[in-house]
């Protein structure tokens, strides 16, 4: 009886891998190519649902191309430094090293490390622009950054979001991705550490009683297969473990909800050689950058699609607070940008009145500090007029 109930015990102590701790997780939607940029945006992006398309990836040059011995053959390979994270299961206390890409080649079947850098500038050329987002305006303002994902597999991603859409690719192995709808979460995605937007959580050992609201969340599930591309969702939570010989590339780019022009074909002579990437360092975004995060990354406007005056002034006030020379901005002048940028009066922002912000909140700015320095000046002058009458009038 002893033994039985301690078995029982040892039962109940463990705990499943994060994804299933309620139903089996659903899969996602599978289309067999990149769609063309409007029914991507239409179809998936406006609404936030993740999508595979199969086989994709492999009409890249990358996917025949990049081999261990390809890599290696190219002479830029040995002087070209990239980041190695230390732990396949990720820890982000780790720590990470450099390592030369031809060193990398050497070492990474044999060591628990794994390699997450910027796709070298002279392999770019290899990975085209998908056709599902061959839009001129989001090519040219709204690239982020691009990213290499390359180990011997065996790695597990911790429980996060990003700040921004996502076309991740594979030319090797296999990746899973276990995800959540932000939408649907709301706070029981316990992302427990906010700078950086990622839980404590262990992926392969779920703890409910720390972490409850995961035992209440509905999860999906994307299998890819060498070739396949996936879309994930602007801040859908997310864990990714990977399989064999692994190498991957993806590209972030900013959310924006705006309708703009794109192609309806393919863009074969387009590489993300031929893109400039802001950074996926928030800190060196721009002011007009970063309000526009502050206010998408918000709960209320993320589930509600608008933003209103009492959201804005909290999410824009912590922007300006957080900003060398902005700090002492009064709530009345961030209410008045907030009827600025609201064109049509109704008391909201909508997603392209918030849009606008990338254009219109530098100059709003400028001109409301304008303003006041016209107004300073104004008092300064009306002050040391007043003084030197007094002072004449008595002496």
């Known amino acids: 009886m002893a033994v039985l109930l301690f078995l029982l015990l040892l039962v109940k102590s463990e705990g499943e891998p994060i994804g299933y701790q309620t139903s089996k997780p659903k899969g996602v939607s599978i289309l067999p190519d990149f769609p063309d940029a409007k029914t991507f945006f239409q179809q998936y992006v406006l609404p936030a649902k993740p999508v595979i398309f199969k086989g994709a990836a492999k009409k890249f040059p990358a996917f025949s191309k990049w081999t261990d011995t390809y890599i290696q053959s190219l002479p830029q390979s040995k002087d070209y430094s990239i980041f190695l994270e230390e732990g396949k299961k990720e820890n982000r206390g780790d720590g990470s090293r450099r390592e030369s890409f031809y060193n990398f080649l050497n070492i990474y079947k044999s060591q628990d490390v794994y390699c997450v850098n910027e796709i070298p500038p002279f392999m770019r050329g290899d990975v085209p622009v998908p056709r599902s987002i061959a839009c001129p305006f989001l090519l040219e303002n709204l690239m982020i950054d691009n990213v290499m994902w390359f180990s011997s597999g065996g790695t597990k991603s911790v429980w996060h979001n990003d700040g921004f859409e996502n076309i991740n690719c594979l030319f090797r192995g296999e990746k899973t991705f276990i995800m959540a709808d932000r939408a649907e979460t709301l706070d029981r995605a316990h992302i427990d550490i906010r700078d950086g937007s990622y839980s404590t959580v262990d992926v392969d050992d779920v703890d409910l009683e720390k972490y409850p609201g995961l035992g209440e969340i509905q999860f999906y599930r994307a299998d890819m297969e060498a070739g396949d591309c996936l879309y994930v969702p602007f801040l859908w939570f997310h864990h990714v473990s990977s399989a064999g010989s692994n190498l991957a590339a993806n590209i972030w780019w900013r959310s924006y909800r705006t309708e703009m022009e794109c192609?309806?074909?393919?863009?074969?002579?387009?590489?993300?050689?031929?893109?400039?990437?802001?950074?996926?360092?928030?800190?060196?975004?721009?002011?007009?950058?970063?309000?526009?995060?502050?206010?998408?990354?918000?709960?209320?406007?993320?589930?509600?699609?608008?933003?209103?005056?009492?959201?804005?002034?909290?999410?824009?006030?912590?922007?300006?607070?957080?900003?060398?020379?902005?700090?002492?901005?009064?709530?009345?002048?961030?209410?008045?940008?907030?009827?600025?940028?609201?064109?049509?009066?109704?008391?909201?922002?909508?997603?392209?009145e918030i849009d606008r912000i990338l254009f219109d909140l530098p100059g709003l700015l400028a001109t409301e500090h304008s303003y006041l320095g016209m107004a300073r000046g104004w008092l300064e002058h009306s002050y040391r007029y007043l003084y030197q009458t007094v002072y004449d009038l008595i002496f």
């Open 263 to 352: 192609e309806d074909q393919d863009m074969p002579d387009l590489t993300i050689a031929d893109l400039k990437f802001m950074g996926a360092d928030d800190t060196k975004f721009s002011l007009a950058d970063r309000a526009h995060l502050a206010l998408y990354t918000d709960d209320y406007m993320y589930n509600h699609n608008h933003s209103t005056q009492e959201v804005f002034l909290e999410a824009i006030g912590q922007v300006l607070d957080d900003t060398p020379g902005y700090e002492h901005v009064s709530d009345e002048i961030i209410l008045w940008l907030f009827s600025k940028l609201d064109k049509n009066r109704n008391g909201i922002l909508e997603q392209e």
